[in-house]
């Protein structure tokens, strides 16, 4: 019975040359509407591979004000695992229901944003990139390589486990503190395109973090741009 929200038709920016990019909130509530969505519903979100897809529309609905949604640990992975039942064919979908959004402030940023939080005691960015791109060793596809500077490195790679599932609540929380995070500072997410960040911000949110931001652009934007700073180890 599950559903496919098409992440990089619908659900994107079409008038921006990134991949990705949260488009307008009138955009979004027809879409998500099309598919179903109404404020009543329950809903349960999963990918495949990692849990980055389904964390990325878990943090879309959060910004429009919806908490009412889940994500399946270990998603299609695990589900097919446990030997738990399968259907193929086109999604069948739900009937069409009015979606109301509650937009929220702040949990989207700009560059410009994200380079005025460089060095303030307030905040701190977190890069969920792997190492060799955090630390500028390796070429990076989306541009000069390094990271935005001042950055801390928690790879949403590390935050699950050889099942593909979600490591434990104390394990990320550790991770997150060896970084410098705590909960007392606004936490400024980026990755590559604004996806697997969400994995990040998916757990801190668990852990009760709640001054939360996501740099949709990510290195996806910072990277090509000139006039914005960069660092390497």
């Not at 979908?93 to 060095?119: E, H, Q, W």
């Not at 990271?147 to 979600?166: E, H, Q």
């Not at 410098?180 to 990755?191: E, S």
Request: a neutral charge; glycine letters at 12%; aromatic letters at 10%.
């Amino acid at each position: 019975g599950a559903d496919f929200l098409d992440l990089q038709g619908e659900f994107s920016d079409q008038t921006t040359r990134l991949r990705f990019m949260m488009p307008a909130t009138e955009q979004l509530t027809t879409a998500f509407g099309h598919h179903g969505l109404g404020n009543a519903n329950r809903t349960v979100l999963y990918s495949a591979g990692t849990p980055m897809w389904a964390t990325r529309f878990w943090w879309m609905l959060r910004s429009l004000g919806f908490d009412n949604a889940a994500v399946l640990d270990g998603g299609i992975d695990v589900w097919k695992a446990e030997g738990r039942a399968l259907e193929s064919g086109p999604p069948k979908g739900y009937p069409a229901a009015v979606f109301k959004t509650k937009p929220r402030s702040g949990l989207f940023a700009d560059s410009n944003a994200v380079r005025a939080a460089i060095g303030a005691s307030g905040s701190i960015t977190v890069n969920a990139l792997g190492p060799q791109f955090h630390k500028g060793l390796e070429p990076s596809r989306y541009g000069r390589p390094g990271r935005i500077p001042g950055s801390v490195n928690v790879p949403a790679a590390t935050l699950t486990n050889a099942a593909k599932t979600l490591i434990a609540p104390a394990e990320a929380e550790a991770k997150f503190a060896t970084q410098g995070v705590t909960k007392d500072k606004q936490v400024i997410a980026y990755c590559g395109g604004g996806i697997s960040a969400t994995v990040d911000l998916f757990l801190l949110h668990q852990l009760g973090y709640d001054n939360l931001t996501l740099y949709d652009g990510s290195m996806g934007e910072w990277a090509k741009d000139d006039t914005l700073p960069i660092e390497t180890d």
